[in-house]
């Protein structure tokens, strides 16, 4: 295999693991542990810190959107409204330079969510660039926490 084929290999198979929040990333192996590990390379903490980056771009992304939501609901409604809670998974091209060409959907607990989902992805594009400037595939998931009516929207 080449070095190309290898780190993009390494790029996808690391970063299909990423997970968001709203706030932050599920908890995960700390930076430290990642560093303590045998067999993980100085490639691997490269590319751990890429996606963790990655999550939490995104995942501000989704928490924009959904504040953007509530508001306008409330502001329709008259009241608190409720949105969308639950897991969503979606997969994203990047280009080396960090541009977001295709955003798939790889299961989700409501359409609405989905929505979500793909909208923040697009709306981060363009990410920071890949690390050793190869374009990638990554697996995003984000967890849209329940929400608190009438917080996020004044």
């Given amino acids: 295999m080449s070095r190309k084929t290898i780190a993009t290999l390494s790029l996808i198979t690391l970063l299909s693991g990423c997970a968001v929040s709203n706030v932050n990333t599920r908890p995960g192996p700390t ?5 303590n590990t045998s067999g993980v390379t100085p490639q691997d903490r490269i590319l751990h810190s890429y996606m963790m980056q990655v999550n939490q771009i995104v995942a501000g992304q989704v928490g ?3 504040a953007e939501q509530e508001r306008v609901a409330m502001k ?3 009241h608190p409204v409720t949105l969308p809670t639950g897991y969503c998974r979606a997969v994203a091209v990047v280009l080396a330079n960090g541009t977001v060409v295709r955003a798939e ?3 989700c607990a409501s359409e ?3 929505k979500i989902e793909l909208a923040a992805i697009h709306a981060a594009s363009p990410l920071p660039p890949t690390p050793f400037g190869h374009n990638a595939s990554l ?6 926490p329940d929400a608190t009516p009438g917080v ?3």
């Fill in 31 to 35: 930076p430290e542990a990642v560093q």
């Fill in 64 to 66: 924009r959107i959904r």
């Fill in 76 to 78: 329709q409604a008259g």
């Fill in 105 to 107: 959907l790889a299961g």
């Fill in 112 to 114: 609405a969510l989905g």
């Fill in 139 to 144: 697996t995003i998931e984000t967890v849209a």
């Fill in 152 to 154: 996020g929207g004044q």
